[in-house]
């Protein structure tokens, strides 16, 4: 008799140190809140990184699941911004909605457009303008480009001050189409 009292208190004391530990009582809610639709596609996801399949885990394991579950999402996020930051109209229309952070852009071309929004910010005219023209030169010409045509100055530039005077324009810009593959002949005919 005293020995069961013994293991019960054993047990007692056992549970006592798990809720402390913060063994959590397993819920749908963890399972989502780690971004998984069922149970069984997070125990498919816990076997195939390391992770014990079992519902009973510690405070600490769960933690390690959450942040290499973050550290998955983020990683997905950014392939998937990338990728859709490839495509110059997306990535006008992306960095126009402000929906691309700093450390998204990273090359040249992305960089410069970002940094054309950021100087065209505080006039709202202007950015419609902005993007409205490089989204129409984009889609049948060649300027969209760093290249550098004059003093350091890419097409980009100019296309900017284009931008910035839209009241010397001679005709919409929707009307233009290139005449030639020559980005010199086209920047001028713009």
């Given at each position: ?14 549970k ?14 963890y ?5 998984f ?122 296309l ?5 005077h ?18 010199r ?6």
């Amino acid at each position: 008799m005293a020995r069961r009292r013994e293991d019960r208190r054993k047990k007692k004391k056992q549970k006592a140190s798990d809720v402390e530990r913060g063994v959590p009582m397993f819920t749908p809610m963890y399972v989502q809140a780690l971004g998984f639709e069922t149970v069984d596609e997070y125990m498919t996801w816990c076997g195939a990184h390391g992770f014990k399949r079992s519902l009973e885990k510690t405070s600490r394991q769960c933690a390690r699941e959450a942040h290499l579950r973050q550290r998955e999402r983020v990683q997905e996020d950014l392939v998937r911004q990338s990728k859709r930051l490839r495509n110059p109209r997306h990535l006008i229309d992306a960095i126009h909605a402000r929906s691309v952070d700093h450390g998204a852009v990273t090359t040249p071309l992305q960089a410069r457009i970002y940094a054309l929004f950021n100087d065209f910010e505080e006039q709202r005219l202007a950015v419609a303008r902005l993007r409205r023209l490089l989204l129409h030169v984009e889609s049948v010409g060649k300027l969209v480009a760093v290249t550098p045509f004059r003093d350091g100055r890419t097409w980009l530039d100019g296309l900017a001050a284009m931008a910035a005077h839209d009241a010397a324009w001679l005709r919409p810009v929707e009307s233009w189409k290139p005449s030639s593959h020559n980005v010199r002949r086209q920047f001028a005919s713009l």
